[in-house]
């Protein structure tokens, strides 16, 4: 009697009842060659329905365990490395990099945030907001970071504390995150990272750059579903942080390692999302292997960059040598408009693929300019050359067909 009352027979035909809202008509499989979020390969998504778990319970551990020496191994460092942690946030990149900002510029500090493209400016938006005192030295779009221009601008401002870009997705810009970080410690400040859109597709250089905290997310490279921000933090930056004041609580790094330390997080994690993470990262490191997963983007940047030389009236938008290994963006033959590129979206859609036109504010900035346009590729994360070669091939027919 008991198992009809817990299980009515109205149980199972409430389940069928409700799967037409996951059909694929409803909600068509589309191949994401984005930016982020990216495809999510099978294994990953099979992870999800892994059993859920309490985040202070001997569980949590089985996956956060894991998943915090495997990120340590993907950032090239020994997982007890004792000058390095790792924090998991919930939310994204930018809870990240926010928390940066919260713990780590103090109210006398000065705030140099470097801007190469829509995310520099990001982190700029992000100290204003903060109420920090920010200045910004700001790059045209499309360009990397110049260290001289830098280097008068550490002198001018004398900042303590300098934020910055390493891969810029809205451009396609990769900066030498060595030699900015460099430039930074030659002037006597410490250095902050956004490395959201790099770090899973290649080497980030965190022990050789040095920076205080670098902070990243799982929907790019990682080739996750996204809500956990990811901080490595530096005893350089807990030692700061104890020196500034309202840091906040879910921004506070302090409270951050106080919990990572334990292997958990500080706040409730998606367990969901916590699955596929322990799941995915294992896969990385253990079955790919970090230098096949880092050289698997080297050779489909390679082919991007194969594919837009074969393309007459288009070329690569960053300058050589900071040409991204995780996205393209290609510069459009002039008097091509942003609706002609969302016309090619569509017609992607069509194909069952995700294509990404630009990025918006920059293809209305570059409009408004009377400049050439730019659309992006996004190769990162678990697609693989093949799925490269199988897209540019459509894509190729579609920038044909579309734009004549
Ligand atoms: C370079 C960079 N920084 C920061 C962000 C913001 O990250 P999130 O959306 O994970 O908060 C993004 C997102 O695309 C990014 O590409």
Avoid at 75 to 94: E, F, K, R, T
């Amino acid at each position: 009697m008991g198992g009809a009352l817990l299980r009515p027979a109205s149980a199972n035909a409430t389940i069928k009842e409700r799967t037409p809202l996951m059909s694929d008509s409803l909600f068509p499989r589309l191949t994401l060659f984005i930016t982020g979020p990216i495809y999510v390969r099978e294994e990953v998504r099979q992870a999800g329905l892994m059993p859920e778990f309490g985040h202070r319970d001997a569980e949590n551990a089985k996956r956060f365990g894991p998943i915090m020496t495997n990120l340590k191994l993907l950032a090239g460092l020994d997982p007890d490395d004792p000058d390095w942690d790792v924090a998991i946030y919930n939310g994204s990149g930018s809870t990240a990099m926010e928390s940066s900002i919260r713990s780590l510029v103090a109210a006398d500090d000065k705030v140099l945030n470097v801007s190469v493209g829509a995310f520099g400016d990001l982190y700029h938006k992000m100290a204003k907001l903060n109420g920090k005192n920010a200045v910004q030295l700001k790059f045209d779009y499309g360009q990397a970071i110049d260290l001289a221009k830098l280097d008068a601008a550490l002198a001018e401002h004398k900042p303590q504390v300098v934020t910055f870009t390493h891969n810029e997705t809205s451009t396609g810009v990769t900066n030498d995150v060595k030699a900015v970080c460099e430039m930074i410690r030659k002037h006597g400040a410490m250095p902050l990272v956004d490395g959201v859109s790099l770090f899973g597709g290649a080497d980030i250089q965190l022990k050789e750059a040095g920076p205080a905290m670098y902070a990243t997310s799982t929907q790019k490279s990682l080739g996750l579903p996204a809500g956990f921000g990811i901080g490595f933090i530096s005893k350089e930056a807990e030692a700061k942080a104890e020196k500034v004041e309202f840091r906040g609580h879910a921004s506070d790094i302090i409270n951050q390692l106080g919990r990572s330390r334990k292997s958990q997080t500080l706040t409730t994690p998606n367990c969901t999302l916590a699955n596929q993470m322990y799941v995915q990262l294992d896969y990385i490191v253990n079955q790919e292997t970090i230098a096949k997963r880092f050289a698997r983007h080297e050779a489909m940047r390679g082919q991007v960059h194969d594919f837009v030389d074969g393309l007459d009236g288009f070329e690569l938008f960053a300058p050589e040598g900071h040409r991204s290994p995780t996205l393209t963006t290609v510069l459009v033959p002039e008097g091509i408009t942003f609706a002609q590129l969302k016309q090619v979206k569509e017609a992607m859609r069509a194909e069952g693929y995700l294509y990404d036109p630009g990025y918006g504010k920059l293809n209305t900035l570059l409009e408004e300019q009377n400049r050439r346009l730019v659309f992006r590729i996004g190769h990162m994360g678990d697609i693989t050359p093949d799925m490269v070669d199988t897209y540019l091939g459509v894509l190729k027919k579609t920038l044909e067909t579309t734009l004549g």
